[in-house]
């Protein structure tokens, strides 16, 4: 997975699938639970990062206004060449401190993102963009993805309902369909460190099944970390 004593957690999904509202909601979680008591107690400051992709840094925002906001005409090679751009300074400057320091990383959109939309979405070869990936993280993976699943009309309908679509809420229905089969074939090969969260439920519905599926996570984490400590791990001290 990775070699840092943190835990990186990601959320995906496709337009509308509330991946926004569920961040929010697990931060709440983690606070009332406990769970970030336990780390500020092993002085790891911050206890919690929410972060997201694209935007999750200063270049990054600077970055995301280009891809999602602006009237320039980006050719899909250039696109993924930005979102490569804008995921190698989170990794370098955000992320990767973080889980250096023991923290959790909670970040919206990851690298499955690039696979689903540059390449099941666009068509950018699949294999070309996995490269790539693997650049722009130095192969720094999630320990879990939370990939928020929902059929592309209802999620659509969603974001509809707010107003101004960005640049690839503007796409037909068939691409964002590509997107959902590329979410699914990821889920798919990527055993446990991928849960499907059914997300065309009431919000507190899905924010028990993330609840369920993390108190897990967070136990096993907790007693590998404590298993880790007592073994002398000077990475922990
Ligand atoms: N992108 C890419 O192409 N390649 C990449 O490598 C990366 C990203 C990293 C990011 O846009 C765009 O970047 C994204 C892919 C591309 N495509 N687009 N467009 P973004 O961050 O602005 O948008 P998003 O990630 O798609 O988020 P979103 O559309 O805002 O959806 P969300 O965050 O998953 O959902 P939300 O904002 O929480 O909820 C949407 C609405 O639904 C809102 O009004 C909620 O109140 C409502 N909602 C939420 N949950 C529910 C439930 N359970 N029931 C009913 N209504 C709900």
Not at 75 to 97: C, F, G, K, N
Not at 151 to 179: K, M, N, S, Y
């Amino acid at each position: 997975m990775h070699p840092y004593t943190g835990l990186f957690i990601v959320l995906e999904g496709g337009e509308g699938a509330g991946k926004t509202t569920q961040m929010g909601a697990i931060a709440t979680w983690l606070e009332e639970s406990g769970w970030l008591a336990k780390l500020r107690s092993a002085d790891i400051d911050p206890p919690l990062l929410l972060t997201r992709e694209p935007g999750g840094t200063p270049l990054g925002q600077g970055l995301r206004q280009l891809l999602l906001h602006s009237d320039l005409e980006i050719d899909p090679m250039a696109e993924l060449l930005l979102y490569a751009a804008d995921r190698a300074q989170h990794v370098a400057t955000s992320i990767r401190p973080q889980l250096q320091r023991g923290g959790i990383v909670l970040c919206d959109r990851y690298t499955a993102s690039t696979i689903a939309y540059q390449g099941y979405g666009r068509g950018l070869d699949l294999s070309l963009i996995e490269h790539i990936n693997q650049i722009a993280t130095a192969g720094l993976m999630p320990d879990l993805v939370l990939w928020l699943d929902l059929p592309v009309q209802v999620g659509l309908a969603r974001t509809q309902r707010r107003g101004i679509a960005d640049r690839l809420e503007q796409h037909a229905v068939a691409f964002h369909e590509r997107v959902r089969q590329g979410f699914m074939a990821l889920a798919e090969a990527g055993g446990d460190r991928w849960q499907r969260i059914a997300a065309d439920q009431p919000t507190d519905q899905v924010s028990e099944a993330i609840q369920d599926c993390l108190a897990a996570h967070l136990r096993r984490w907790f007693e590998t970390l404590s298993q880790r400590r007592t073994g002398g791990d000077r990475e922990l001290e």
